[in-house]
């Protein structure tokens, strides 16, 4: 195989140019759909799933003569790509494609610019009783209306069918096909996609839609487009365990000065009349948060009829159920209603501005209902989260309330619980902002919140229908602010404030551009004073902003409500690439299976080469167990997994770690098919996978080198330890041909001294050699894609269920989780991580990984089609010429070396093993170039007669 590139140079002219010498399983197609989970002005995601393992293409542009391509990685069934860079307020073609012969065109459009008019639908109950033509003609006139995106509030699938997969989503597939593929889809989970006691239902929810998190696993999560706040609520699981992150994303939202518009969803209403009543534990958990920062509009579905409220201490509430499921009757003459009927419909609204026109229409088009609201937010903090001890400024608006003749207005500040208030005074008119503000000192024993409610300086008071109003304070902060990249910044946590108020240490985990957190672990936080912790950080050069959560003492964890938080830095000087674990050339050795009862590998050491990062672990501080850090490795005879740092937490734990590759096609979406030893596999039914799996390797605390030991025991139990081929070729778990596995203690690389005595017997590293003639592959190069991932678990089941950790090793994960904060014996679908092998290219773009390891740092480095170093070659040009691509000085050119008198000479040009450079010369440019010679091996070429001359590189595969 060979590629060429071509370069024109002036002087003596040089041509120019570039040439180019499964099993179905659980997977089942599904239409293309677009969603949002960064900035909707200029970023959309695309998904959609294919019946058998594939590269997913996107190609896209302002027009069908589409001028964009992007790939996946290849080799998967859940295809999710995201694109970037877009225009706002523009209508995007886009052509999905599939090498498995996929292939479908849509388009959707991306969010306008923020002074721009919004135009968004509601779309309510799909699945219920389901009546087709009801529900088709209320998609038909969606899609006829042409909003900019739709708000889906949830029942999309039918639980009845839950146990049959994909096919609870045929119906919402067939219906809504159109609508998807003319819009943004943004749904919301309802009790009809998440049916009880169905963790299947939940998880095909999840694995169907790409949502800003945390929705992945909680359901619930929010986005902006332009200056409205959507808020979406997850009313399949409790609503007390929302209240914190609805607390602080609805600060967020009202002190935000661009945002004018607070919406908040949720599928059960907290308030309906008529055949079905309003949800109480959602009333009673949220009303008094959403009055509190007077969220302006709170739209739940549900109940299968149109139910527009009269504001409830402030705030307006809408049902719009009728996108098709069986109608419901509401309640005629009751006084909550400002307008309420029984019909399929769908709620179209317009936003300018702080003007926003709500209609209810019909399926046949008739609008039955329209409400035009403008709003007038009464009160702003700033910041939007006040430190303790500095200073705040609360803004108030009273022209709309019972203090809008008062001159002055006064302000009423407490702390806390409101029983302790600390300022009562007048307050300035701010005549340019038209509203009332006052600037004051935040007490530094606060310890949870400011409140504050306005009065007249006498008697007539406005404290928000008896709620008041709220300032939640941030406990975390970075000084500078923002901080510099390349430079170093204090990173400050206020403990008092948070969930782990009594910790005796702090160690804050620190990401950088939206990384995962790093595998060397947190950074370990000094005592200032009291519950003040402080830590330096070393910000890095390519740094553009800061993620941090924190860790106490016990598993104690604040992640901000699940917000996290992220810093802006400033003034980034360089340039990084996300990192990507890589599969690198390595041949460790593993010793032979020791005598004894309880063998430890003396003399073993970790010699996997342990280049890029670790593979990812999720969530790890907050299980139990730790896996530690764990490389791949590759030679011509085996695939190598190996770590250290393993830590299971108890000798009644197990590590099970699974590895998919492609060349393996019977492959396992679950262990359900198989029984019988080992019981650490049969007893793992609530693991699912969103890739086909084909090995497990397990691993306890008790060594057992042997590499296939069903009844081995440790802990009292008998979990087996090894490695088990898991495809569905057979019921039973068969050991791996020619496998390997090696157990020992002791850190890092120092070679294993300790004999297996009862003391040392806890596994600290490991290694395990895949033999690639077990796997169907005649060498690593004949392998395309290879995935891992893993769990731990403990002894404990429930029927054939394992008590999982928190922690786990993937791409990502989603599950229910218990009261000790572990996905316990729920259902858990755990998304593989991928692990690049060098030849492969995880772009599509021609580039292998190998390459942009070597250049980037990564395979997951910049596109082909980029010009990375400013040169005038882009990166593919780079990598066929054998040029560097960040050096502007490493270019493919030629130049000449004058010859003696009037002889033309010499040229010349870079070098680079594995190509032939072809010279072709014309005398005139007016006749056409003419091939002279194929050069290996030498960069001269004797100039014979003058004239034009084109150089012509290839690339040969295998270099040579």
Sequence with gaps: MQRAVQLIVCGYAIGAGLGGVAARGQAYPTPVRASWREDPATTAVISWDTPVAARGTVR??????????????????????????????????????????FAQSASFQTAPAPDQPLHFVFHGDLQGGIDEPGAQGVVDRIVQENPQWVQHLGDMAEEAFSDSGFETWNVFFRICSNELARSVFMPMMGNHDAAPGSDYARGLYHRLFALPNPSTGEGYYSHAVGPVRFIALNTEIPAADQNDWLAHELQAAANDPGNIW????????????????????????????LTRYEADWVVSGHSHNYQRMVPIRGVRYLVAGGGGGKLYWTAPGEPAHAFATTCYHYVSCHVTGDVM??????????????????????????????????????????????????????????????????????????????????????????TERVAFAFFDGADIWHNNYGYDWQALLDRASVWPAPPGAGSNAVL??????????????????????AERFPAAGPVAMSNIAGSHWECSVAVPAHAQSMTVH???????????????????????????????????????????????????????????????????????????????????NVDATNLYLGGHGLNLGGSNNVMALFVGVDTLTDNAWNLWHKSGLPNALDFLHNVRFTEPMDVAILLGDQYADDPVYPTFTYGGYDFGQGIFYIGTNSGSFGHLTAAKLSQFHGTGTEPCDTPGDALQRQTKRWEAALPWSALNAPGPEGVAHLFVCGVIASATVNAQDRYLSRAVLGQSVWGRRDNYRQYAFNTIYLEPQRVNLLHADLHGDGLTNG????????????????????????????????????????????????GPGDVPGMLTWPFAAGRIYDVYH??????????QAAVENTNRWPVAAPGFFRLRVRKLFPPG
């Design 60 to 101: 896209y542009g302002t027009t069908t003569n589409y001028t964009t391509t992007v790939h996946d990685g290849g080799g998967v069934h859940r295809h999710v790509i995201p694109l970037r860079g877009l225009i706002p307020g523009t209508r995007y073609f886009y052509e999905a494609t599939a090498t498995d012969g």
């Design 922 to 931: 014309t005398p005139d440019l007016r006749q056409p170039f003419e091939w």
């Design 550 to 632: 924190f860790q106490g003492d016990w598993g104690f964890w604040d992640d901000n409500a699940k917000r996290h938080w992220t810093f802006p830095v400033a003034g980034a000087t360089s340039r990084a690439w996300p990192p990507a674990p890589v599969a690198v050339h390595g041949s460790p050795e593993l010793t032979l299976n020791p005598p004894g009862d309880s063998p430890n590998n003396i003399g073993d050491n970790f010699d996997l080469v342990p280049e890029g990062p670790p593979l990812r672990v999720l969530d790890g501080p907050r299980g139990f167990g730790d896996f530690g850090s764990i490389w791949v």
């Design 492 to 513: 400050r946590y206020e403990a008092d404030l948070g969930p782990m108020p009594a910790t005796a240490s702090v160690a804050a985990w620190i990401s950088f551009n």
């Design 357 to 446: 026109q709500v209609r209810g229409i019909r399926s046949d088009g008739l609008v039955f209902d329209r409400e035009v609201a403008t709003n007038r937010r009464q009160v702003r903090v700033a910041p939007a989260f006040p430190l303790r001890g500095q200073m705040a400024t609360v803004s108030y608006r009273a022209t709309e309330g019972p203090l809008a003749g008062a001159n002055p207005v006064h302000i009423h500040i407490g702390q806390d619980a409101f029983t302790n208030a600390f300022d009562s005074a007048p307050m300035t008119w701010n005549a340019s902002r038209q509203r009332w503000e006052y600037e004051f000192m935040v007490p530094a024993s606060a």
């Design 262 to 289: 607070t919406i908040v969803q949720c599928h059960r209403p907290p308030y309906s009349w008529g055949e079905r009543s309003g949800d109480a534990g959602c009333r009673d958990n949220w009303m008094p948060i």
């Design 851 to 898: 390459w942009r390891l070597e250049h980037f740092g990564t395979p997951d480095g910049p596109p082909a089609d980029e010009d990375s170093d400013a040169d005038g070659q882009d990166n593919r040009a780079e990598e066929i010429a054998g040029t560097r691509p960040l050096d502007p000085d490493s270019q493919f050119e030629v130049t000449t070396e004058p």
